[in-house]
């Protein structure tokens, strides 16, 4: 991947947009023009697995930013999606709608191990390539007062699980394994590995 790099990033989090910046890949965000719609996507479906989901909705979200440049006429470049999931004990842990059930996620998180799931992809003159990141993080117990006061911040609010491992709730990670870029959002070994696998085709 070459620093000159140029591509859409089809994605709202401004963690990803940091992270691209970080390992110097030039990018244009590319927004969906219906959020609803775009927010529609991540729905689960039932009995599907963490795995199945979060490739799934990364291939759908890709699909609809390749159908939005076509649409709109813009300019052909690679197109990065991403989308990450929690999963503890087999429930996938989306983005808490409301206060209560960020309370709710975070008094599941407690004390446990839970697992992180984020799948990459890019998309580039009719070819799809798809990659995962697992990696686990173990939260220290946390009181009920300390739950509140994280929620109080309104940081859990828009993240996956209901926290965000790069801000306040590092105060209880025990312990990690894996890709610290793919618990905040975007693995940047398998997102670099991607963007030279479209470079050398």
Request: aromatic share 4%; hydrophobic share 45%; glycine share 4%.
């Amino acid at each position: 991947m070459s620093a000159s790099s140029f591509i859409y990033l089809a994605s709202q989090s401004p963690r990803r947009q940091a992270l691209l910046a970080q390992i110097g890949v030039a990018f244009e965000l590319l927004l969906p023009l219906d959020l609803a719609a775009a927010e529609a996507l991540e729905a689960v479906l039932p009995h599907e697995s963490a795995l199945n989901y979060v490739k799934r909705v990364t291939r759908l979200k890709l699909k609809a930013a390749l159908q939005q440049i076509q649409q709109q006429s813009l300019p052909v470049r690679p197109v990065l999606c991403a989308d990450t999931t929690v999963v503890i004990d087999q429930r996938i842990l989306g983005k808490p709608a409301n206060a209560s059930q960020a309370v709710d996620m975070l008094n599941q998180l407690s004390g446990k191990t839970h697992q992180v799931l984020t799948a990459v992809a890019v998309g580039h003159h009719h070819r799809i390539h798809l990659a995962l990141s697992r990696s686990s993080v173990k939260f220290a117990p946390m009181t009920a007062a300390d739950i509140q006061a994280y929620v109080d911040s309104h940081e859990p609010m828009g993240k996956a699980g209901a926290y965000a491992v790069q801000g306040r709730a590092s105060a209880f990670i025990q312990k990690i394994s894996g890709s610290y870029s793919g618990i905040m959002g975007l693995p940047l070994y398998e997102t670099t590995q991607l963007l030279q696998s479209i470079e050398a085709a």
